[in-house]
C-alpha cells in the first residue's frame, strides 16, 4: 500500500484509529498527548507514540501550533494518516522537523483504504509513503 | 508532483533573502503539495494567527524567523493573542503564561505586521479585501468571512503557514483560490417546519453554523431557504459556528452572499452531489448540544456570560448598548463582551464603550474570555451567545456553558438568573 506523503519520513507504530474528526487546537492537550475535546467520544486517549488515522481534521488553524509543541514534549504522534489532505497538520509536522528534528510523517490514504486499518495494529511507513499493516497486536 | 517556481522564489528557497525567508518558502511548498498546486501565486494581504501562544514551540518558530531577518511582504494583520495589551490586568492567569503570550504577540509586531490583535479583521475597513482579492488568512472564522462574505480568495492556512505566506508573497495555485474550488458541491435547504420568528432571530445563525459545519465537513455548501441580504454579524456567526464543528472555509448563503445572488451562480452552474434539508428538531439538538451545563431551568443562577466571540462589531455594541437600555448588569454577573481595539476605539469615539461600562459590561481586546483565565471563576454555569465560545470554552477554560440569543444573555445578566424567551424556537 502507498500513501500520497504531505510531509515524508518513516516512522512505526501502534494505529489510533480516532472515529470522528479532531481539531488539535482544543481537542489535544500539547502537554500529556491526551484527547481532551468533551465532544470527542475518544477523550482521555493519549496520542504519544501512535500512529494517528484521522478520517478528516477539524476546525481551528491553531492546530499546527499544538502538534509542533506537541513534539517539542515529546508527545507528538509517530505518524499521522489522513483520509484528506490537511495543510495545517503538515505544515505543523514540518515546523516541528525543522526546530527539532522531529520526524512526524503526514500522509492521505483512500478513505477506504484508510478505513481498513484496524484499531490497535502496528503501522510502518516509509519516506516514499509506503505502508505496511501488520495483523492485529 | 513538483510545483513551479518562478526565479524570485528559487531565489527565497535558496536564502538570497536570508534563511528565515527560506523557512517560509520550504513551508509554503509544504502547503503546496498539500493542495496539489502546480504552481504559486502572488497575494496581496495576510492575516495571521501564529502570534497567539500556545507553549515554548511558538516562540521557537518566530525566533527562527528573527534570527534569519524576515519580514512581511504585504500588509498583514494579527489575530486574537493571549494578553489585552491595553488592559493587561483583566488576567487572571500566571505571570510567566503572560509574559511569554505578550513577547509572542510583540515579536510578530516586529516582523511587520500590524498590532489589530483581532479575530475580526474584515471589521477593519482598511484591513479587508475585496472580491476576488488572493491573500492568505488564518483562523477560521476568519477564513471562512473571507472567502464566503467578502469574496476574497484564501484557502484554509493555519499557524505558520500565515506568516511563511505573508513573508513570501505567495500561496498554493490551488483549492479556494480558484474558481472551481469555490462552487457549491452541497445544497442544504432550511425546512418548512422552520418558524418565520427563529428565521428573523439572531440566535438561529450560530446554531445553523453548527448544522452547517457537522454536514458539510470540509466541502463548499450553499445554504438556501435564508431569508436574503442577512447581515454580516450573522453570516459571521453561521461560518464562525460552522469552522468549529467542520472543517469550513466557504459557503454561499444564497440571496446574501457575493457569489451567491442566486443558488445557480453558487453551483456554478453544476448539479450538486447531495441536497439535503435542514430541519427544525436538527437545530434544536445542535442548540442543546452547546450547552455543555445540561439543562438548565430558567430562574437558575448564572455566574457570568461572555459576548463577542468572534469578536464584536460596532453594529454589535450597538445592538447591546440598546438592548441593556438604562438596566444594569448584577452585582453577582460578570458580563464581558470581547471586541478589537480598532472597534474599541471607534466605540469610545461614539459614547458607546462609556455606556457599556455604566452599566457594568466589562470590554475586553485583543484576545478572548475563552483562550485563558480571564472570567472571574465562578462554579456557576457561563452563558454566552456564541456556538464558538460554546463549543471550545468547556476544554479551553473548564467553563460549563449555557448557550442562548444575545437577549436571553443579556437579561440573564441584568436579572443574574437565567432568562428565556420562551417560544423562540417554536418548543412550545
Known amino acids: 500500500m502507498r500513501a500520497r506523503t504531505l510531509h515524508a519520513g518513516a516512522a512505526r507504530g501502534r494505529a489510533l484509529v480516532l472515529v470522528e474528526p479532531l481539531s488539535l487546537w482544543g481537542g489535544l492537550d500539547p502537554a500529556s498527548g491526551e484527547v481532551i475535546d468533551p465532544h470527542h467520544p475518544q477523550r482521555g486517549t493519549s496520542v504519544a507514540g501512535r500512529v494517528l488515522v484521522l478520517p478528516a481534521a477539524r476546525g481551528s488553524s491553531s492546530s499546527s501550533s499544538v502538534l509542533a509543541e506537541a513534539a517539542r514534549a515529546g508527545v507528538a504522534p509517530a505518524a499521522i494518516l489522513l483520509g484528506e489532505p490537511d495543510l495545517i497538520l503538515a505544515v505543523g509536522a514540518a515546523v516541528a522537523q525543522e526546530l527539532y528534528g522531529a520526524v512526524i510523517p503526514v500522509a492521505v490514504l483512500a478513505p477506504e483504504a484508510l478505513a481498513a486499518i484496524p484499531d490497535g495494529v502496528e503501522v510502518d511507513i516509509g519516506p516514499d509513503g509506503s505502508l505496511i499493516v501488520a495483523g492485529p497486536l | 508532483m513538483a510545483v513551479a517556481l518562478d526565479d524570485r522564489d528559487r531565489a527565497l528557497l535558496a536564502g538570497e533573502q536570508g534563511d528565515a525567508a527560506a523557512l517560509a518558502m520550504r513551508l509554503v511548498l509544504v ?10 501565486i502572488p ?150 417546519d422552520v418558524p418565520e420568528r427563529l428565521l428573523e432571530a439572531d440566535a438561529l445563525y450560530p446554531v445553523l453554523g453548527v448544522v452547517l459545519g457537522r454536514r458539510a465537513g470540509g466541502r463548499v455548501a450553499a445554504l438556501g431557504g435564508l431569508p436574503p441580504n442577512l447581515s454580516e454579524d450573522r453570516l459571521k456567526a453561521v461560518g464562525a459556528a460552522a469552522a468549529s464543528s467542520g472543517a469550513v472555509a466557504m459557503f454561499h448563503a444564497v440571496g446574501s452572499t457575493p457569489e451567491a445572488p442566486t443558488l445557480a451562480d453558487a453551483l456554478g452552474g453544476v448539479s450538486p452531489a447531495l441536497e439535503l434539508e435542514i430541519g427544525l428538531a436538527e437545530l434544536r439538538e445542535a442548540r442543546d448540544a452547546l450547552s455543555s451545563a445540561g439543562s438548565v431551568a430558567p430562574g437558575a443562577p448564572i455566574g457570568a456570560v461572555s459576548l463577542g466571540t468572534p469578536h464584536a462589531s460596532l453594529a454589535e455594541l450597538q445592538g ?18 470581547s471586541t478589537s481595539r480598532d472597534v474599541l476605539a471607534a466605540a469610545e469615539e461614539q459614547g458607546l464603550a462609556t455606556r457599556l461600562r455604566d452599566a457594568g459590561v466589562e470590554l475586553l481586546v485583543d484576545t478572548c474570555s475563552y483562550l485563558g483565565p480571564i472570567l472571574r471563576p465562578t462554579p456557576l454555569p457561563v452563558m454566552t451567545d456564541s456556538a464558538k465560545w460554546a463549543w471550545y470554552a468547556p476544554a479551553n477554560i473548564g467553563a460549563s456553558v449555557v448557550f442562548g440569543s444575545r437577549r436571553e444573555c443579556l437579561r440573564t445578566a441584568v436579572e443574574g438568573r437565567l432568562w428565556r424567551d420562551a417560544g423562540l424556537w417554536g418548543d412550545r
Not at chain 2, 139 to 165: H, K, Q
Not at chain 2, 320 to 337: C, K, Q, S
Open chain 2, 31 to 40: 502547503a503546496a503539495e498539500s493542495l496539489r498546486a502546480e504552481r504559486l
Open chain 2, 43 to 192: 497575494i496581496t494581504r495576510a492575516h495571521v494567527d501564529s502570534c497567539l501562544y500556545h507553549g515554548q514551540a511558538t516562540l521557537d518558530f518566530v525566533d527562527r524567523l528573527r534570527e534569519g531577518d524576515a519580514r512581511v511582504s504585504v500588509p498583514t494583520t494579527l489575530n486574537v493573542g493571549t494578553l489585552d495589551l491595553l488592559h493587561p490586568e483583566l488576567w487572571r492567569g500566571d505571570a510567566e503564561t503572560a509574559a511569554r503570550g505578550r513577547r509572542l504577540m510583540e515579536a510578530y509586531r516586529a516582523l511587520g505586521c500590524r498590532p489589530t490583535y483581532t479575530c475580526a479583521p474584515y471589521q477593519l475597513p482598511d484591513a479587508r479585501p475585496s472580491l476576488g482579492e488572493q491573500v492568505a488568512w488564518a483562523e477560521s472564522n476568519a477564513i471562512v468571512f473571507c472567502n464566503s462574505v467578502l469574496g476574497a480568495r484564501t484557502e484554509r492556512y493555519g499557524d505558520f503557514t500565515d506568516i511563511a505566506c505573508a513573508i513570501t508573497g505567495r500561496v498554493p495555485d490551488a483549492g479556494l483560490h480558484q474558481t472551481d474550488g469555490r462552487r457549491a458541491t452541497l445544497v442544504l435547504r432550511i425546512g418548512p
Open chain 2, 320 to 337: 447591546i448598548t440598546d438592548e441593556l437600555g438604562a438596566d444594569r448588569v448584577a452585582p453577582e454577573v460578570e458580563l464581558l463582551v
